[in-house]
Nanobody, 115 residues
Framework: VQLQASGGGLVQPGGSLRLSCEFS????????MGWYRQAPGKQRELVAN???????NYADFVKGRFTISKNNAENGVYLQMSSLKPEDTAVYYC??????????WGQGTQVTVSS
């Protein structure tokens, strides 16, 4: 299974970014798709995930600012980030979990929020 994440970059506080993650190679359905992040010196943490057709979960620190979605072909997951804060600076990773429990990670994309 291959995942390709993109969309990170440098943005000013209050700005927006959209992360994309497209994947291929799984012969099993993928009921869970998500985004995690890891800041320097910190553990990787869940940002948001989407389960099944449309059940979404968000970490408290992004509620109301970030929106997770997936495409109809179910081979892409996206994270629309708005009202970005310096504390959102991190490497963002996409993750998918197949119906048989396999877990796969994208390569990570850097998001830096700074003036």
């Amino acid at each position: 299974v291959q995942l390709q994440a993109s969309g990170g970059g440098l943005v000013q506080p209050g700005g927006s970014l959209r992360l994309s993650c497209e994947f291929s190679g799984s012969t099993f359905s993928i009921p869970i798709m998500g985004w995690y992040r890891q800041a320097p010196g910190k553990q990787r943490e869940l940002v948001a995930n989407i389960i099944g057709r449309s059940t979404t979960n968000y970490a408290d620190f992004v509620k109301g600012r970030f929106t997770i979605s997936k495409n109809n072909a179910e081979n892409g997951v996206y994270l629309q980030m708005s009202s970005l804060k310096p504390e959102d600076t991190a490497v963002y990773y996409c993750n998918i979990r197949t119906q048989i429990g396999g877990s796969y990670w994208g390569q990570g994309t850097q998001v830096t929020v700074s003036s």
